[in-house]
Structures are given as C-alpha cells and as structure tokens.
C-alpha cells in the first residue's frame, strides 16, 4: 500500500466544469504539496500546506489533518490546466522523507 | 516566492558519456537538496539527498558511484550521471530545502534526460 494515493487516476471535464482531486496519506506528515506537471515534464509546485485551506486564483486546497487527507480544487476548469497533478507529503517521523502520489492526469476539453 | 532552477532543462547525449545536471536555489539557502528520478507514467522517486559540504545519503538501490552528487554550496547541487545508458534516460527533479526561517521545500522544473 502506498503511502500516499490520490483519486481518480485520470479526469477528463469539459471547460468550465469545478474539478475536485483527493489525496489520502497514512503518515504523520509536518507539510503537504500539491504539484502540477505538464506534458514535457516541467513542475510547478502549487501549494504547500500544514492546516486549513488556500486559494490561489482558481486553485484552491485544503487540508484536514486528523482525518489525514487533502483535496485540490480548480474552479471555472480551462484547457490549460490539463496536466498531471501529484500530491506530496513530507513525513514528520522518517528524516522528513517525501512520499508521492501517483498522480492524476486531468484533461480539460474546450 | 523561493525559486529553484535546472540546468539544462533537457538533454541528449551518447551513451557512455557522463552528463551534469545543475539544482540551484535562487533566493534562498539550501541546506539540504534532494535528487529525484521519474520514469514515464510513474511517480517520483528519491534517489539521494545531500547536505551542504557533506557526503549524499543514496537511497537503496542508486549506485553512488553511477549518480554522482555534489552539494558544494548553499545553492548549487550537482547531478553526474556517468557512463551513461539508454536506461538512465529518464526525468530528474531536484528539490532544496530552506532550511532557515520557513523549512519550507520548493522542487525544480525538472531535466529530462535521453541517452541514445
């Protein structure tokens, strides 16, 4: 069992549709990451949060320790957020390892 | 906010050549980097960390000898992938911690590697 699994594997939505990615984690972790990675591998990191909830322009994620998940939200969808979105946990017990979803492969059609 | 950097971004070269890949923290301090690899379709893994001034820790399974790295200062960690093979080819992501006042974890762009 992974330490981290993210769902649904792939998306597909239509443009303009609210997108919800979950990730679940089972270690103790001091921060969690949302990342994006386009086609041709580039990554942006999105988010980093230890509590609560932030929102950058249509991104929005929260985080709910106690029942150790997060989920990432995109509103108003637009084919450029197609891409892989992977979520990162960096445990607070095992030299502040990270552990990685697998990501979900989001595509947005116009 | 805190940049991390790639150099180059991708690369191709022969196998049996050695190919250097640059991490670099651009506003910050890091103490510590990490060296990730990632294979298509496939989640990152951890290859290595290494802290300034000190020998990297390779993660069960990397040979040090075939990924070398160097953390020289507090914002350059080098990746050396020597004697290259078809099989390194493959996506490499660095991350660098900033260890002082946030302890805060920013990842690089990632280098894309082919080795023909």
């Known amino acids: 069992k992974n330490e981290v699994e993210q769902s649904p594997q792939n998306l597909t939505a239509q443009e303009g549709e609210f997108i919800t990615i979950n990730c679940s984690y089972s270690v103790g972790i001091s921060a969690l990451h949302w990342l994006q990675q386009h086609p041709g591998g580039g990554i942006v990191s999105l988010f980093m949060?230890?509590?609560g909830k932030k929102k950058h322009g249509r991104l929005i994620a929260t985080i709910n320790i106690q029942e150790k998940h997060s989920s990432l939200h995109i509103t108003a969808s637009h084919p450029r957020d197609s891409a892989v979105y992977i979520c990162?946990?960096?445990?607070?017990?095992?030299?502040?390892?990270?552990?990685f979803g697998t990501g979900t492969s989001l595509t947005v059609i116009p | 906010g805190a940049v991390v950097s790639q150099h180059p971004s991708w690369v191709i070269c022969k196998s049996g050549t050695s190919v250097k890949i640059e991490c670099r923290s651009l506003d910050f301090q890091a103490t510590t980097m990490f060296w990730y690899r990632q294979f298509p379709k496939q989640s990152l893994m951890l290859m290595a960390t290494?802290?300034?001034?000190?020998?990297?820790?390779?993660e069960q399974g990397v040979e040090k000898d075939k990924f070398l790295i160097n953390h020289a200062s507090l914002t350059l960690s080098t990746l050396t992938v020597t004697s290259a093979h078809p099989e390194d080819s493959s996506f490499y992501i660095c991350s660098a911690r900033d260890g002082t006042s946030t302890d805060t974890q920013y990842f690089g762009p990632g280098t894309r590697l082919t080795v023909l």
């Open positions: 290494s802290n300034e001034g000190s020998k990297a820790t390779y």
């Open positions: 949060l230890s509590s």
């Open positions: 990162a946990v960096r445990s607070r017990h095992t030299g502040n390892q990270f552990y």
